[in-house]
């Protein structure tokens, strides 16, 4: 086993002993590191970005896209926000030591279901530093001890933001061995995170679909999923246009490598010519590459010129930059088939004034969350009020949607008796 390899087992062996300190914190210790955290940002706020630097640096040497750049980069204002964050997570309440449930049975015992820490989070990530910062200050505040593993073309900015973390809890008092980083850029670190039984009890990817396929595949530790955002809106015929207008374009261009953003457009082949035609152009005039089906394009020769052709291809692809699918479609039932056949089940939106058609596809597509006049940006944890998100999970089963403090979770069952036997 080479040198890498023993140092990455030593940390998981330190996280783990880390979290059963972590699982007896009060909120007081838990906000007291947290508000710590904030402080020791902006103090190391220099030294964060020039970290931040020479990893944007490296990969603009690299040749990657100006998308991957803007996930990369922490600025001033991106640290403030991580700061703005930690002090909504302050303000929340502590979910850990909450009673859930409480019942007595005929035989007298007293049941209780309360909220646990999880134990030891393992995070495997891409390109974002924001979100080192976000996993590890929930994983606090839930009581969690976390292992970190980022890409390594952030190594620089996540070390970086790691040691403002460390050196808060040890400021506070508190084990900064809860927080780990792995550093290696071996693929194979991440299989030994995601197989380490015993030491890792939940893993959470949270990146592109190769990564999160990654994960699934190797993983023998159970699997929080996060999934990617192939995200739709549908402007019915009865929509509104400036309503339409602005919840597209903010909803494609107001940041567009981030997962809740609009990928495909749907637009009802009734809605009015006029209003299709200008919104096509103002997509175009903003700068996105517009790729539209044979319909769309023969409805508007006026911009044969400016409208690529769709493949097949695009309707299943999270292009995570300033480019979007045009379909048109005959009727709502054909948009409930075309994004149920398509759509990651990430967030899913429809422009219209119909509230009966608004109710049908409220009711029917089958995603975390369903919008009705309002762009897909707001699936996320600080928009919906919980604080910093740890991911958005696109699965069924432990939590769904944005995962806020309750997601990093378990329950367990504290039974009070009087002598009873069974």
């Not at 974002?128 to 976390?146: E, Q």
């Not at 850029?185 to 030994?192: I, N, Q, R, T």
Request: aromatic share 4%; hydrophobic share 40%.
């Amino acid at each position: 086993m080479g040198n890498w390899k023993q140092q990455l087992q030593e940390q998981l062996r330190l996280a783990k002993q880390a979290s059963r300190k972590m699982a007896l914190l009060t909120r007081e210790d838990k906000d007291k590191a947290l508000t710590a955290l904030g402080e020791q940002l902006l103090t190391d706020e220099k030294v964060i970005l020039e970290a931040n630097e020479r990893d944007l640096a490296k990969a603009e040497a690299d040749g990657q896209p100006a998308s991957y750049l803007d996930r990369l980069r922490l600025t001033t204002g991106r640290v403030l926000d991580l700061v703005e964050s930690l002090k909504q997570l302050v303000a929340l309440e502590d979910p850990v030591g909450q009673s859930m449930s409480r019942w007595t049975l005929s035989n007298g015992l007293v049941m209780e279901q309360i909220r646990v820490p999880l134990g030891v989070i393992g995070m495997v990530y891409e390109a974002r530093p924001n979100v080192t910062i976000d996993a590890a200050a929930i994983a606090l505040k839930t009581g969690n001890a976390i292992v970190l593993r980022g890409s390594h073309s952030a190594v620089n900015s996540n070390l970086a933001l790691v040691k403002s973390m460390r050196d808060a809890l040890t400021a506070t008092g508190l084990s900064p061995e809860a927080v780990q980083y792995l550093p290696f850029a071996e693929h194979e670190s991440v299989d030994m995170l995601c197989t380490a039984n015993g030491l890792v009890d939940v893993i959470i990817p949270r990146g592109g679909a190769g990564l999160i396929s990654r994960v699934l595949k190797t993983s023998s530790v159970p699997v929080l999923e996060t999934g990617v955002g192939n995200c739709h809106i549908f402007v019915e015929k009865t929509a509104d246009y400036a309503m339409a207008e602005a919840i597209v374009l903010n909803a494609k261009t107001s940041r567009p490598a981030v997962c809740n953003a609009a990928e495909t457009l749907l637009l009802h082949r009734e809605w009015p010519a006029s209003c299709q035609l200008e919104l096509l152009q103002r997509l175009i005039e903003a700068g996105v590459e517009v790729r539209a089906c044979d319909v769309t394009r023969k409805l508007h020769p006026s911009l044969s010129a400016s409208l690529l052709q769709a493949t097949e291809e695009d309707w299943d692809t999270e292009y995570s930059t300033l480019i979007i699918a045009v379909r048109t479609v005959d009727t709502l039932e054909d948009a409930l088939e075309h994004i149920s056949l398509h759509s990651t089940g990430h967030s899913e939106a429809i422009v219209t004034e119909d509230q009966a058609a608004a109710q049908r596809f409220l009711t029917t597509v089958d995603a975390t969350t369903v919008y009705h006049n309002a762009s897909t940006r707001f699936t996320d944890g600080g928009e919906f009020g919980f604080g910093a998100e740890i991911g958005i999970s696109t699965q069924k089963l432990h939590a769904r949607g944005p995962m806020g403090l309750p997601a990093l979770t378990s329950y367990k069952y504290v039974v009070r008796g009087t002598g009873q036997i069974r």
